[in-house]
């Protein structure tokens, strides 16, 4: 008995191994090797160069009411005074200047890149054995609603009301879809598999917001009437609104290995790309501020991919 069990369990160890190899007449690595008609899935981890995040609507909202305020980006001039020098003629300088882009677009180096980042998803389709056509995409929609002012009640010293504070209404959006095509290579390595390709894409990012009642009062005085308290919503609009979007083309270079059949590990990277950004304050009433960007990069985007083919 114990001869039979010896001989069935060296007879597994022999046939599992041969269970494993290709079966005859394929070549070596069509196992691994992506085929027509398969699609593979992607989890992207990364992303250096992206301005998809959760603050932007910080700066893209305009700052100003009825009587004083500016448009445009923080972090710009001062508002000093700066003298002439020669003349007693004194002007306002640096207040009229905005903040600089590449602070606010996050596009200025690789500070930014993290491997916890979940950029998105993509997804490849193979028209061929060694040609893709790949799809990938990115969003975070956040709503906020509004809660109005309430006004409290502090006459009674022993028996105070606090008044609530309101919320102002906010819709946020942050997205971003790209499109490209890859030409795969085969190696001597039937797991690894580079490839390189191009790419297009657009994102986009959008804020908007609606002032519940505030409470905020408006007093104006002349000399033929008394002061007059007035909603100053009355002179300025409730809603307030802000975006940027980009327009970017880049070659793509990656490797892809096989961890197991189906399951791939990549990492991928931009040797070339082009961005131009625009950033849009839009105070209502007014017209658009817009600031527009072009920045070139070398070794742009370097990201990691977790994929599933089938």
Request: with cysteine; hydrophobic share 35%.
């Amino acid at each position: 008995m114990i001869k039979k069990l010896c001989t069935i369990l060296l007879s597994a160890l022999v046939a599992v191994p041969c269970w494993a190899q290709s079966p005859k007449g394929d070549k070596e690595g069509v196992v691994f090797a992506p085929r027509k008609g398969q699609w593979q899935v992607s989890l992207v981890l990364g992303g250096s160069n992206s301005f998809y995040n959760e603050n932007t609507g910080s700066y893209l909202l305009p700052e100003y009411n009825n009587v004083s305020g500016s448009i445009g980006l923080p972090n710009g001039g001062d508002g000093s005074i700066l003298n002439s020098g020669s003349t007693s003629n004194e002007i306002l300088a640096n207040g009229n200047q905005s903040g600089n882009l590449n602070d606010y677009l996050l596009i200025g180096g690789f500070n930014n890149n993290s491997l916890v980042n979940i950029v998105g998803l993509q997804a490849k389709y193979f028209v061929s054995d060694c040609w893709d056509i790949n799809f990938s995409l990115g969003m975070n929609i956040s709503v906020t609603p509004k809660k109005d002012f309430i006004e409290g009640n502090y006459d009674i010293a022993d028996m105070v009301i606090p008044s609530q504070k309101y919320v102002n209404a906010q819709t946020t959006n942050n997205w971003y879809v790209n499109i490209g095509t890859d030409r795969y290579f085969k190696t001597s390595n039937p797991r690894i598999h580079p490839y390189i390709g191009v790419t297009a894409g657009f994102q986009m990012a959008r804020i908007e917001t609606m002032e519940p009642y505030t409470g905020k009062l408006y007093v104006s005085s002349d000399d033929d009437t008394a002061d007059e308290a007035v909603d100053q919503q009355v002179y300025l609009p409730a809603g307030k609104v802000g975006q940027m979007f980009g327009i970017k083309g880049a070659l793509v270079g990656g490797l892809e290995y096989s961890v197991a059949r189906g399951l791939i590990i990549g990492l991928e990277c931009q040797p070339l790309a082009y961005r131009y950004d625009v950033i849009q304050i839009a105070p209502k009433g007014f017209d658009k501020y817009n600031l527009s960007h072009h920045n070139i990069k070398l070794v742009e985007m370097p990201v990691l991919k977790l994929g599933f083919r089938f």
